[in-house]
């Protein structure tokens, strides 16, 4: 079975400033991974997702994440962060054909500084 | 656009009363979902259908159950509602397939439910 780790549980940085949200997992193949979002009081949205290939993600809202497998981690980065993306972020791990074994982290919640 | 809705946005039930969350998505995706959201805890999967009168219990199905009459349609039910059973509902789908293990879930937008 899988699992997935988000050490932060909140982060506050200053608009403008770079961003970086932490995730690791664990699982003992390629895993699918996913970064989601979750504005106040709304369901979650796809930010972003790997499967294989290039291991730097490229999502919606300018947000990117790269896949390290050695350090089993999937950090999600923003290089300058807007007052509208104070959110909840969702990392989540999946395995190949199984929709109900997708594993979502704790979260962490941002916020943003003016 | 893709839409999942969830009919009840905010519910106030008594302990012991019989609680029903409706769901309908308009994507014709086989897959549906119930989750439960918890500070802390992030989602946890309460149900999963993958087609119609399928299902597949999730990590934390005692409580709750469900029915899937039609493909469009997921009902989350708690038979007799608890106080510890308080907290944010999402109901969610996605494609099915091959690789259904790395489709996009769409969420709907959730339903508060607070149990007195």
């Known amino acids: 079975a899988q699992s997935v780790t988000q050490p932060d549980i909140h982060i506050t940085v200053s608009e403008g400033a770079s961003l970086e949200l932490r995730c690791n997992y664990s699982?003992?193949?390629?895993?699918?991974l996913f970064w989601y979002v979750q504005s106040p009081g709304q369901g979650l949205q796809l930010l972003l997702k790997?499967?294989?290939?290039?291991?730097l993600v490229q999502g919606i809202k300018g947000f990117e994440a790269e896949f390290k497998r050695s350090q089993s981690s999937f950090n999600l980065r923003k290089p300058s962060v807007h007052w509208s993306d104070a959110a909840e972020y969702f990392c989540?791990?999946?395995?190949?054909?199984?929709?109900?074994?997708?594993?979502f982290g704790s979260g962490t919640r941002l916020s943003i500084r003016p | 656009d893709v839409k999942v809705t969830q009919s009840s946005r905010y519910l106030v039930k008594r302990t012991g009363e019989k609680v029903f969350l409706e769901c309908v998505q308009d994507?014709?995706?086989?897959?549906m979902f119930w989750y439960r959201q918890d500070p802390g805890l992030g989602l946890r999967l309460i149900y999963f259908?993958?087609?119609?009168?399928?299902?597949e219990k999730g990590d934390i199905p005692e409580g709750y159950s469900v029915s899937r009459e039609k493909k469009e349609r997921f009902s989350l039910i708690l038979e007799s509602a608890s106080t510890n059973q308080t907290s944010m509902y999402l109901c969610?789908?996605?494609?099915?397939?091959?690789?259904?293990?790395?489709?996009?879930?769409?969420f709907g937008e959730g339903s508060w439910l607070t149990v007195v």
């Open positions: 969610a789908s996605s494609i099915s397939g091959t690789h259904s293990g790395g489709n996009t879930i769409y």
């Open positions: 699982y003992g193949a390629t895993p699918y």
């Open positions: 790997y499967f294989s290939g290039d291991t």
């Open positions: 989540a791990v999946g395995r190949y054909s199984s929709a109900s074994k997708i594993i």
């Open positions: 994507m014709d995706h086989e897959n």
């Open positions: 259908s993958y087609d119609v009168k399928m299902k």
